[in-house]
């Protein structure tokens, strides 16, 4: 007795092949309904670009705080504050982070001021990492905040 045979039950070679074509439409329909549905739900240009310029902005707002508490606690180049001092690395870290944890979105609509803005904000943490004289802090964290003003649109 052949496997496509049963008590009673015989398929033949033409149900096969209705049962095969059947299957693949059905394939063919379920992927163009999904990507049809897909791309209609994908957020539209102008909509990530919002989302980029409003991250960045938030960044950039974040950050603002580093400048005075850097300057509050290395006001000669030597650290006067360790808390202070402390407090503005963890803000150009987090700076640092958020630009590179979201760099699909930066990357895919401003690569140019995405690349710049992360080589400024790159150049401020290095700055920070070890004490540097207040004049030189100011010309990076100006340079980083500008970068970052522009990947906000601002």
């Known amino acids: 007795m052949s496997a496509w045979q049963g008590e009673g039950i ?3 070679g033409r149900m096969i092949a ?4 059947v299957a693949v439409l059905a394939l063919v329909v379920g992927f163009a309904v999904g990507t049809f549905l897909g791309r209609g739900s994908a957020p539209d240009l102008a909509t990530l670009a919002g989302q980029a ?7 950039e707002t974040r950050l603002a705080p580093a400048k005075a508490t850097y300057d509050a606690a290395v006001p000669a180049g030597t650290i006067d504050d360790p808390a202070a001092y ?3 690395q963890k803000r150009i870290a987090g700076a640092r982070s958020a630009l590179t944890q979201q760099k699909d ?3 895919a609509l401003a690569p140019g ?3 710049r803005a992360l080589a400024a ?7 920070s990492s070890t004490p540097v004289p207040p004049a030189e802090f100011d010309r990076r964290f100006a340079e980083a905040d500008a970068a970052l003003a522009v990947l906000a649109g601002k």
Request: glycine share 0%; proline share 0%; hydrophobic share 75%.
């Open 10 to 12: 015989d398929i033949s």
């Open 18 to 21: 209705l049962f095969a074509v």
């Open 53 to 59: 310029r409003a991250n960045a902005a938030v960044i």
């Open 86 to 88: 402390a407090d503005a």
């Open 105 to 107: 979105l930066f990357t």
């Open 113 to 115: 001021a995405y690349a």
């Open 121 to 127: 904000v790159n150049a401020l943490f290095a700055a």
